[in-house]
């Protein structure tokens, strides 16, 4: 099943702090790391369902997934999302070093 990948609020301003954090000491690392992002992205409407549920999940009681993506120099990043009425819904987009999500970290999603 092919599915709509829309980003929530919140995971777009992961990515946007992401990108202005890398820009700031490398433009061009900021570009590929985005390009990176966008792969990914955008590869979830074909294969969100293969994505393996985020560690969170069982702890937030949600089928919260992960995709991975990785930059150049080999730093992971994970796209979280939830897969609902036909729909890929990023709600966040974390970085090396970050730490778990919570519930407050995610945007309420509905049904």
């Known amino acids: 099943m092919t599915y709509v990948v829309r980003i929530l609020g919140r995971a777009q301003a992961d990515v946007d702090d992401v990108y202005l954090w890398l820009r700031r000491s490398s433009p061009t690392g900021a570009v590929a790391w985005y390009s990176a992002f966008l792969d990914r992205y955008t590869g979830l ?10 560690p969170e999940a069982a702890r937030l009681g949600i089928e919260l997934r992960q995709a991975f993506f990785k930059t150049r ?35 309420a999603v509905p049904e």
């Open 73 to 107: 120099r080999g730093r992971s990043y994970r796209l979280l999302f939830v897969v609902t009425s036909g729909e890929v819904r990023v709600l966040r987009v974390r970085g090396p070093g970050q730490r778990p999500v919570s519930k407050r970290d995610l945007p």
């Open 45 to 54: 409407g074909e294969n969100a369902m293969s994505c393996a549920l985020a």
